[in-house]
């Protein structure tokens, strides 16, 4: 199991950085995604992170913002969020492949976390 943490309430042009613990298990071998859902609208792709973390992949509008990383001996994954927007406002969720080769598809992914609120205020 994943379990997301680290959202919170920020204003407009500051940072937060996310989290995803295994609980069970570990995420070795297992390339990691990032993705969010504002309210409204689909899911969507943030970032992704191969195994063991040499490769990394971001959806065009938080390219230069957000930063994916992963300590594989923590177990956990992170997405470093900067110079945040109102627009930035939805739930984030962190998944893992039985792949280690990133993916930015959602159906690549089997395991989900429950996913952390962040909320950008203007």
């Known amino acids: 199991q994943l379990q997301a943490s680290g959202g919170g309430l920020v204003q407009g042009g500051g940072s937060l950085r996310l989290s995803c613990a295994a609980s069970?298990?570990?995420?070795?071998?297992?390339?990691m995604g990032w993705f969010r859902q504002a309210p409204g609208k689909e899911r969507e792709f943030v970032a992704t992170?191969?195994?063991?973390?040499?490769?990394?992949y971001y959806a065009d509008l938080m390219k230069g913002r957000f930063t994916v990383s992963r300590d594989n001996v923590k177990n956990t994954a992170y997405l470093q969020m900067n110079n945040l927007e109102p627009e930035d406002t939805a739930v984030y969720y962190c998944?893992?492949?039985?792949?280690?080769?990133?993916?930015?598809?959602?159906?690549?992914?089997?395991?989900w976390g429950q996913g952390t609120q962040v909320t950008v205020s203007s």
């Open positions: 069970e298990g570990t995420i070795s071998n297992s390339a």
């Open positions: 998944a893992a492949r039985r792949s280690s080769l990133r993916s930015s598809r959602q159906s690549d992914y089997v395991y």
């Open positions: 992170i191969s195994w063991p973390g040499v490769n990394t």
